[in-house]
């Protein structure tokens, strides 16, 4: 099985987009799984710890890394 990974969105009428590249991809009888991951305010709140943490981080730092 393949995978691929984008991010889509709910359309007004209730259907998941679908990116044009993927969509070339498919038959029309295509059979395929679908998961839904979203993202909730706790794990945007960590994501945006982490860019924020990893901005103070410098090459002069990496000498830590191996203690």
Request: no cysteine.
């Amino acid at each position: 099985m393949k995978t691929y990974e984008y991010e889509g969105k709910l359309l007004p009428d209730g259907h998941l987009s679908i990116p044009e590249d993927l969509k070339g991809k498919l038959k029309s009888d295509s059979k395929f799984r679908v998961m839904l991951l979203l993202d909730d305010e706790e794990t945007a709140w960590d994501k945006l710890s982490m860019s924020q943490f990893l901005k103070g981080y410098s090459e002069k730092d990496t000498i830590y890394d191996k203690l």
